[in-house]
């Protein structure tokens, strides 16, 4: 589903115009980025919870050439852990 797809079904489920649905989308996934930009956890009950993870340098293989040896710098990625719910909805 693109985002697109998702304004359509939450503008439908609500009865609220696409343009208003685009805005509130925007306005929640702005607030998770800016949350986890400072440091922070976002937790929704059952869903799942987003958080940022420190991933240390390391040492890896160009994959163009895999005898070149390339140094990976530390980077901080952000990372997903689905909830209880949402798991058992999945399976």
Not at 16 to 32: C, G, P, Q
């Amino acid at each position: 589903m693109t985002k697109d797809e998702l304004i359509d079904v939450v503008s439908a489920k609500t009865d609220s115009s696409k343009k208003d649905t685009e805005r509130t989308i925007n306005a929640v996934l702005e607030t998770i980025t800016k949350t986890l930009v400072d440091g922070e956890k976002v937790a929704f009950t059952g869903f799942g919870t987003f958080s940022v993870n420190r991933r240390e340098a390391r040492t890896g293989v160009n994959p163009q050439h895999p005898e070149q040896k390339i140094q990976i710098p530390a980077m901080n990625v952000p990372k997903f852990k689905a909830g209880k719910s949402l798991k058992d909805a999945v399976k």
